[in-house]
């Protein structure tokens, strides 16, 4: 009887568990960044509108008390404090 003992071969498929668990933590990197990213931009855009908004309310202001003084100007009076 001859017996042939070849060489024993390891199975090699550990490999691919590993390269998938590093594919998904850079993919959660990725992600999260782009979840921070989107968060500033927002707060960001937000705070640019808040801006707009008490800037374009402080010139309405500014008109409205400009033309009562324009108004008192040409009928030659000025009312008081009340009337207004």
Do not use: H
Request: charged share 5%; glycine share 6%.
């Amino acid at each position: 009887m001859q017996t042939l003992s070849g060489p024993i071969r390891q199975n090699g498929g550990g490999y691919a568990l590993i390269i998938i668990m590093c594919f998904l933590v850079v993919c959660l990197l990725v992600f999260a960044s782009m979840m921070y990213w989107i968060s500033s931009n927002s707060s960001v855009t937000a705070r640019n509108n808040q801006f707009n908004m008490s800037g374009a309310a402080a010139e309405a202001a500014t008109e409205k008390v400009l033309s009562q003084m324009n108004y008192d100007y040409v009928a030659q009076s000025l009312s008081n404090s009340a009337t207004y």
